[in-house]
């Protein structure tokens, strides 16, 4: 596949201005590291040569020069690191914002596949590295590369000869550094999967703590996270393994190179074809011609997972959301409720088996409707595909008469409320969470929906009342405090459908005494469609539809269901006989 260069560079473009700048200064500051061992020549050679005529003037001057160099240098190397950094960091925020805003767009399938450990990975560390590379990169490659052409151009001026020897090293070390870089490129890949793996598995112990606590397996949690920091820590003692040697072999060829100066120059000195001016000279610009290669495993290394981080930034910003809005899409103001299914069919991979087959079922607006069945007949997922968190594979499903299809996403969803068994909650207070069902809603339409979800007394016994943190996912609210806040969402939403997915099923009697009349008061006037879980609950429903794998077996209301003495019955025998023992 083609390396997006275009789009690679883009994200320069806002900062292109300053970023030229931080690469001006990296120039400037490389070329007076050059100037140094030049001025060094100069006092050593010509000031210092003649001791009876030693100029203290020239050598004032020369070390004026070289601390307002110096200071010179300073300010540029400030300038290239601290706004390299800042340019990095902004480039980075620019990124992130751009990866999160395209996850939101992104349908339920995608998150069904990816692990949310992984994605934390995509979102953080690669990113990180990603900019490093962006910041880092240019200005080192300038950097080195002035320093390396300055330093051979003004050795092969003093002395060709101690010149082309030196330069004879220089490619069996870039021989070896790029041997080893290889390594090192395997070594790192493996570490950030192994990196990856253990984010996953943090994620997925902490958000099942509860289950992890109410079965006593903490061990075995442990143990599971034990196995993956070992992984990392395997992976990460590969990489140091292959620095060290690597890093001690360049060592040992930057020893080898000195060494061949001071014996090669010391026999030209003895020649006199040298001096030993032009051999401290030397010596010091050795160290310029050497580094660039001695960073190449570094700045390899750094454009290697630059690289891969943004081909895995460009991986997800590719991944088009499997439901998309049709150009000619209409936006919802207002809709009655009437849902019909027409055939409808649905599997969620291609090649797997149908979750819904040749389904047909019409819900008037305002009807209160109740799906009950055994698990995995598919209420849940019909439920899932008005809103369109998945699409039909076959048949239509309409609303007010035009196929959903044909409907923006947002708008449609703003039109439908769904209270789930398993309530989110988000991190902050009660009154955010509340307000997340209208962003636009003032606090008495807010205290107004609370009373409507009979949440409002308990909200006020709450330490700071609506202002009081709930922590994450509303750790700190009982199941029954937690579905009302869900459905005050709902009430503040005032949507014309409605969806009741199990919403009471985990819930304590008292509490689903209370639930279920706040459920009551919101399915008035509304297209409701509820899951039922307990048969108690929906005994007065309007109509009944009981589904299994084949389709909807039957339907009625509660007492004609009863008297068919057909699967509604069993199930509604099964519970009570359950209960009863």
């Known amino acids: 596949?083609?390396?997006?260069?275009?789009?690679?560079?883009?994200?320069?473009?806002?900062?292109?201005?300053?970023?030229?700048?931080?690469?001006?200064?990296?120039?400037?500051?490389?070329?007076?590291?050059?100037?140094?061992?030049?001025?060094?020549?100069?006092?050593?050679?010509?000031?210092?040569?003649?001791?009876?005529?030693?100029?203290?003037?020239?050598?004032?001057?020369?070390?004026?020069?070289?601390?307002?160099?110096?200071?010179?240098?300073?300010?540029?190397?400030?300038?290239?690191?601290?706004?390299?950094?800042?340019?990095?960091?902004?480039?980075?925020?620019?990124?992130?914002?751009?990866?999160?805003?395209?996850?939101?767009?992104?349908?339920?399938?995608f998150f069904d596949h990816e692990k949310t450990g992984k994605l934390m990975s995509r979102i953080t560390n690669d990113l990180l590295l990603l900019s490093e590379l962006y910041h880092h990169g240019p200005e080192d490659y300038i950097k080195y590369l002035v320093r390396f052409v300055g330093a051979f151009v003004i050795l092969f001026v003093i002395n060709p000869s101690l010149t082309i020897a030196v330069f004879c090293f220089l490619p069996v070390l870039g021989i070896f550094s790029l041997f080893f870089n290889k390594i090192l490129n395997r070594a790192l890949t493996k570490n950030k999967e192994r990196i990856s793996d253990v984010h996953a598995r943090v994620e997925d112990s902490l958000a099942g703590i509860r289950v992890v606590k109410s079965f006593a397996n903490e061990n075995i949690e442990i143990h599971k996270f034990k196995v993956e920091n070992n992984r990392f820590l395997d992976s990460r003692k590969n990489i140091y393994r292959t620095e060290a040697l690597f890093f001690n072999g360049v060592e040992s060829f930057i020893q080898l190179i000195t060494l061949t100066v001071i014996i090669y120059g010391s026999s030209k000195?003895?020649?006199?074809?040298?001096?030993?001016?032009?051999?401290?000279?030397?010596?010091?610009?050795v160290n310029y011609m050497v580094?660039?290669?001695?960073?190449?495993?570094?700045?390899?290394?750094?454009?290697?997972?630059?690289?891969?981080?943004?081909?895995?930034?460009?991986e997800i910003m590719n991944t088009k959301p499997a439901i998309e809005d049709d150009s000619h899409a209409v936006t919802l103001s207002s809709i009655e409720g009437k849902i019909e299914f027409k055939q409808v069919g649905f599997q969620y991979?291609?090649?797997?088996?149908?979750?819904?087959s040749n389904l047909s079922l019409t819900v008037q607006p305002g009807e209160y409707v109740a799906l009950v069945g055994p698990s995995g007949a598919g209420k849940t997922t019909l439920c899932s595909l008005i809103p369109r968190f998945y699409e039909v594979t076959s048949g239509e499903l309409l609303i007010d008469e035009i196929d959903v299809r044909h409907f923006e996403q947002k708008g449609l969803r703003k039109h439908i409320g769904i209270v789930q068994q398993d309530v989110y909650l988000?991190?902050?207070?009660?009154?955010?969470?509340?307000?997340?069902?209208?962003?636009?809603?003032?606090?008495?339409?807010?205290?107004?929906?609370?009373?409507?979800?009979?949440?409002?007394?308990?909200?006020?016994s709450l330490p700071n009342g609506y202002d009081t943190e709930i922590g994450q996912r509303g750790v700190r609210l009982s199941g029954g405090q937690k579905q009302r806040l869900s459905i005050a969402r709902i009430f503040l939403k005032d949507p014309a459908i409605l969806i009741l997915d199990e919403a009471t099923s985990s819930l304590d009697n008292e509490s689903e005494s209370i639930v279920k009349a706040s459920l009551d008061q919101l399915a008035k006037g509304r297209t409701t469609i509820v899951i039922a879980h307990r048969l108690s609950s929906i005994r007065n429903a309007e109509r009944i539809i009981v589904l299994n794998q084949k389709g909807i077996s039957e339907q009625g209301t509660h007492r004609s269901l009863l008297a068919k003495n057909g699967e509604y019955s069993r199930l509604y025998s099964r519970e009570f006989s359950s209960k009863s023992g």
């Open 349 to 356: 991979e291609k090649h797997s088996d149908p979750v819904i």
């Open 291 to 314: 580094e660039p290669i001695k960073q190449m495993t570094h700045m390899s290394t750094q454009l290697q997972e630059g690289l891969t981080g943004f081909a895995r930034f460009m």
């Open 426 to 460: 988000f991190d902050g207070t009660v009154h955010e969470n509340i307000r997340y069902g209208n962003p636009e809603a003032n606090d008495a339409q807010i205290i107004e929906a609370a009373r409507q979800a009979n949440a409002h007394d308990f909200i006020l």
């Open 1 to 109: 596949m083609r390396f997006p260069m275009k789009k690679f560079l883009s994200y320069y473009k806002p900062y292109l201005r300053l970023f030229l700048s931080i690469l001006f200064c990296a120039l400037i500051t490389s070329t007076i590291a050059l100037v140094y061992p030049l001025l060094v020549r100069y006092i050593t050679k010509d000031v210092l040569a003649d001791q009876g005529a030693l100029d203290i003037q020239n050598v004032y001057w020369t070390g004026g020069l070289m601390l307002v160099l110096t200071v010179l240098q300073n300010i540029g190397n400030y300038f290239v690191d601290y706004k390299g950094h800042e340019v990095g960091a902004r480039m980075e925020r620019d990124l992130r914002s751009e990866l999160f805003a395209h996850m939101q767009k992104l349908s339920f399938s």
């Open 269 to 285: 000195i003895m020649h006199h074809t040298l001096d030993l001016a032009d051999l401290i000279t030397f010596l010091l610009y």
